[in-house]
């Protein structure tokens, strides 16, 4: 059974996710902030330790090996950064008040995150495509977001008569992302030999970190009641929303790829990076910039469900791409 789920997407690690959410349903108390674990305090420590580890990982020797494709390169920052917020801006402004402003928030956050690395690699591995420039690209994603993600929140919110507190927001990515990162970059070499030992350790260790901030914000939305307001509607919004904008997302780019003229390698890149949404760096950066908010579990829903999603439909691209060459 577990090898049929691993087959199509289904790792242990969704499974924990679906877990941390249910857990969250019936024990908020002890998930909630100052509840009793704890569980803010050490979700802030857990931010720095997910970019501390990522920073560690990140191999700046593969990031040359794909440096000079730049119409590969274009594509895919363009659908990240560009692509995706226009169609979340745009479904905002269509359905107006019939979608919950939360619901709608949580999609434009979506939206404006960065691509994932892990699985935009592995997928475009299993489909036998360009794996250096899926490593650049994801790569670069994510360092990009690291400031275009907030500053993209903040316009959406500030279009909507709210906004952050840029200035406290940006502090926090400094002291929680981009210290501990480029920290992590400074011990890589004295570490490597380390990294490689322990790397299915580490792994798990950030997995850990993203399942606890997600047991508390949930936690948080659960104790401050947010969720008794939101009927089936809610759910199949969110679910149908962020299947949506994948499949439209990926249908968009595969013809774009085409009509570009990408090689087989190149287009399967551009279509895997182009539509992945990182989970790993959304939940954190979503902790940094909305706190202890009680609507923080309805930010993130969108995000954890399209996680979800385009993992089972990669997966199953990914692997039928692979049995046609």
Not at 34 to 49: F, N
Not at 205 to 231: C, H, K, M, P, Y
């Amino acid at each position: 059974m577990f090898k049929l789920l691993a087959r199509i997407g289904i790792d242990g690690f969704l499974l924990g996710l679906v877990s941390m959410v249910a857990l969250a349903w019936v024990l908020p108390d002890f998930g909630k902030s100052g509840g009793h674990l704890h569980m803010d305090a050490i979700t802030v420590y857990g931010v720095a330790l997910v970019f501390l580890l990522y920073g560690l990982t990140l191999p700046p020797e593969r990031m040359k090996a794909g440096l000079v494709n730049w119409r590969l390169h274009l594509v895919v920052q363009t659908s990240t950064f560009l692509l995706f917020p226009a169609l979340a801006w745009g479904a905002a402004l269509a359905l107006g008040g019939r979608v919950s402003p939360d619901l709608m928030l949580g999609f434009f956050f979506l939206a404006a995150l960065p691509s994932t690395i892990s699985s935009s690699v592995a997928m475009t591995s299993i489909a036998r495509g360009n794996v250096a420039g899926a490593i650049f690209n994801a790569t670069l994603s994510s360092l990009l977001g690291v400031v275009l993600t907030p500053l993209w929140v903040n316009w959406y919110l500030s279009s909507s008569g709210a906004s952050l507190d840029l200035g406290k927001v940006l502090l926090k990515i400094v002291l929680l992302v981009l210290l501990p990162i480029v920290l992590g970059q400074v011990l890589r070499p004295w570490l490597r030999g380390w990294l490689e030992r322990n790397m299915k350790w580490l792994k798990s260790l950030d997995r850990l970190t993203i399942l606890l901030i997600v047991f508390n914000s949930f936690s948080d939305s659960v104790a401050e009641g947010v969720w008794e307001g939101q009927g089936s509607g809610f759910v199949l919004q969110a679910v149908g929303g962020a299947a949506l904008l994948f499949a439209f997302v990926f249908l968009l780019l595969r013809l774009v790829c085409r009509g570009l003229g990408f090689n087989r390698e190149d287009a399967i890149a551009g279509v895997f990076c182009g539509t992945k949404k990182s989970l790993a760096t959304g939940v954190p950066m979503a902790k940094i910039m909305f706190g202890a908010s009680p609507v923080l579990g309805l930010i993130i829903a969108p995000t954890i469900l399209y996680h979800l999603i385009q993992l089972i439909a990669a997966g199953i691209i990914a692997r039928k791409w692979q049995d046609e060459v």
